[in-house]
């Protein structure tokens, strides 16, 4: 169900993380509301995959909170997510090689069946009237991002793209109310990349979205507000035309300010 409040869904605050000596997150903080993409980017190492790790709830940072709808996390669990409305796709793919592709979005709408999805699958429990019914939502999520044609394939024998995109329909077929994407465009080109800039376009007008990503094309193209990291801290956040026009972020980028004006 599309929210009906512009609080934010979710919100990190002071969140800081030390891997010994070394501040990989420091006082860095960031809010997605409904129906907005958020953009996490920065060079490498800049801490974007900690902060991802700390909202998923697979780290705990040192200091500062993580709050859902308002409401903090203490002690949420990557396993918790689904049930809070929270979904996400990882940097790998993490699709089961032995279900169909139909079957692993299947596995996604989990949340939606009383029994469990897998229950569902392995014929355990009684839940044969819901299996329709998510039989059909599941080939709609694939329709929607042109993978209908694999529905029946094993994830194995399908190109990387299409792979992807059965990730994806895996992750919104629950309808979840914020989405984090851990670089979704990692290892696409093409027709996938503009496929996958679409659909996080649509998924914004029904859902949160927190997509950390390299590729700055699709960030300036598909994100609303942008929080830039370097070395652990924010050193920017803003609208996409802002960030693309801010010196600290060429700078963290490129290594040394972009020189304005200077023609030789
Ligand atoms: N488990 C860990 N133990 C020690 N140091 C870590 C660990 N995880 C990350 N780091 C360090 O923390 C810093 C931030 O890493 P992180 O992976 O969050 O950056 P990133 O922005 O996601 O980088 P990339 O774009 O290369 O994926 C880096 O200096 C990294 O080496």
Redesign the pocket.
Known sequence: MRPTTPDPLLTAEGVT?R??G?T??NDVGLSVAPGSVVGLI????????????VVSGVLRPQSGSVSWKGRRLRRHRPHHLADLGIARTLQGLNLFPGLSALDNVMVGADRLCRGGAFAMLTGLGRYHSDERRLRERAMAALAEFGAAHAARAMPGTLPFGVQKRVALARAVVAEPELLLLD?PAGGLSGEDMAALAAAVKSFGSRMGVLL?E?HMDLVMDVCDHIVV?DF?EVIAAGPPERIRSDPAVAEAYLGEPEEAGTDG
Do not use: R, S
């Open positions: 993380v891997f010994g070394l990989a997150l920065g060079p490498n190492g800049a801490g974007k995959t900690t902060l991802f790790n670089e950390v390299h990291l652990g």
